[in-house]
């Protein structure tokens, strides 16, 4: 992947930008996502699915291939799962240098109460082989990508599609799949980065040896070099973000707000561990204050709310931030760690705020 | 307004794009863009409305001030009207120099149907002062720009007002108005640019001088120098936009086709007159063919489909081009008349292919 030394974001990368969607930092404040805010991350094209004639296959490893039509998709348990997801590359065009890609600021993320039948128990039903080792998800979706021509695909582990609370998804917030969510069925795996969430899906394949498509063995890798072999990126990193306070202004977005106390708000969430600790500063991350929080109201894999009320010591600018931490005692940093994707970055949000006289 | 003589796209811009969504071009192909690919473009934060104390109130030079609740207006005669609502500021980005604002390319365009009750009845039953002059729409929405805090407020004349086919709207396609697209009543004014629909609605206020807001008298102006006095921006300029045909690579978004002939589609809307002809170019422009254009299928004021079948006369790279004339014989021209607010840039959309062998 290439680096850009320019301060300067591409015609390039803008394209991206317009397409990808990212949250309006005032949704956070809604524990779940109204459609049309949610983030969005569309690798290729969004393919317009026709849902007679679509169908689902299992295939590969398995002692009972099946082909399922939604409709018998949705005769099956159906289940509901609140999950925030967030794109693994967002953050990214605050690394420096900055990877090019999507230039995802801190807004890549939303919180959905999906509704479909769970993911082990289709695959029980087809039969995994003994020796599976990885179960491959195909989407509709077709594009070129770092050369290689693919349709999307990702893996996961046989433990984790079978033993998760994964789900094939066909309804978001009780309304069917719109087009851009992966209509009509989308994988959600909660706790992972959102490229794991395979959209407009067409095929679960069971391999018995690990899978090397280019989502998993070139794509989405945590490399600090091009020469590094680097990780797979999984599960998400503690993060919060806040409600921008105040009002805006227009063209630099910076915050003014009226003299006296504030509440300010915000979500955390963590694909590790549960959130342990959400903390506030108004000194650009010197000293840091307890927030409230609001813990598990849409259950384990969705965001919590926390909220703290500040009193401005004095008028004038302030850098507001907020960091969480998880259970194992993960905290975000301040500054982010670079790597060749720009994968991850899960360092403190800075809000810029004028308090007036 | 600034202007930027660097390349690159800045942070605050960047910011800007992040939070303005714009339609992925393959959304085309729908009549009406579903919910959550429209674009969206909003001056400062989206206000989450609370419809039970909700009202708008109508007011000014009237005989019979008006309070209305959304119960109140939901009862009133209820009107579909599908319309096409490109930004103002579409095209902005590929000015040059380029005017630092909200970054858009070419894609801040949809098509809905709004339904809701008609403005000019409403005011009738208000009672217009026979000096009245304009009419003022205010949204719940503030915040600072160019130095003036506000709340966002546009005005049309009250010949328009009255005279026009303008909806009081609650509802997007079939469903209640989401946040973003202006909860609970937005004013839609068919063939006007987007600026002019105002969100989230609090008041209507009729007055007997010219309105003097900012949005009227400082933004939204198309001026060709700081000191030109300009003329507002008001009706949407003749425009066509392409369905980018074949298989995109992620990061460049240029596209890739098969051999063989290829269906190019798209859409073309106007709101000075109706849309007369659509062409198609494959040499960036040089030579043009009349597309086929189906007309009016949801209205006069909705985007008209256009197709060709393109036969590539060889394989390796060319440059598409669609472009549209309306009744009164105005096209589409190559390249954008630069002005300092970077409006109404309706230039020909160019999309690079490359045909393999």
């Excluded at 046989?158 to 309804?171: K, P, Q, R, T, V």
């Excluded at 959400?278 to 109201?297: F, I, K, P, T």
Aim: one cysteine or more; hydrophobic letters at 40%.
């Amino acid at each position: 992947m290439a680096v850009s030394m320019d301060p300067g974001i591409s015609l390039q990368e803008l394209r991206l930008a317009a397409r990808n969607h990212a949250l309006p930092l005032e949704a956070l404040r809604s524990p779940l996502t109204p459609i049309g805010l949610h983030y969005l991350l569309i690798h290729y094209d969004v393919p317009f699915v026709d849902p007679d004639s679509w169908q689902l296959e299992i295939c590969g490893a398995v002692e009972r291939p099946l082909s399922l039509t939604l409709e018998d998709l949705r005769r099956r348990p159906a289940t509901d799962l609140t999950a925030t997801m967030e794109c693994a590359g967002n953050g990214r065009a605050l690394l420096e240098p900055r990877p090019v890609s999507q230039p995802w600021l801190t807004e890549a993320v939303g919180t959905a109460r999906w509704g479909g039948t769970a993911l082990a128990a289709l695959l029980e039903e087809a039969g995994p082989s003994r020796a599976a080792v990885d179960v491959v998800f195909a989407g509709l979706d077709r594009g070129v990508e770092g050369g290689v021509e693919q349709r999307y695909e990702r893996s996961l582990p046989i433990d984790e599609a079978l033993g998760s609370e994964s789900l094939l998804a066909y309804a978001i917030n009780g309304e069917p799949l719109p087009a851009q969510h992966g209509f009509p069925l989308r994988l959600v795996v909660p706790g992972w980065y959102g490229m794991t969430n395979v959209k407009w899906l067409t095929a679960i394949t069971v391999l018995e040896e690990p899978f090397t498509g280019y989502q998993v063995t070139a794509g989405y890798r945590f490399k600090r070099s091009e020469d590094d072999e680097g990780r797979p990126v999984t599960r998400m990193r503690p993060r919060s973000l806040m409600v921008p306070p105040g009002i805006p202004d227009f063209s630099t977005r910076e915050r003014i707000l009226d003299p006296g106390p504030a509440l300010l708000e915000g979500r955390a969430w963590c694909g590790r561990a549960p959130i342990e600790r959400v903390e506030v500063s108004d000194d650009d991350g010197e000293s840091w204050h307890d927030a409230d929080v609001e813990r598990d109201l849409e259950g384990r894999w969705a965001w919590v709310r926390w909220s703290y009320r500040w009193e401005p010591p004095r008028d004038g600018a302030f850098t507001l931030c907020c960091r969480t931490t998880d259970e194992t005692g993960e905290t975000q940093p301040l500054e982010p760690e670079w790597n060749v994707g720009g994968y991850e970055n899960n360092a403190v949000q800075r809000i810029p705020v004028v308090v007036r006289p």
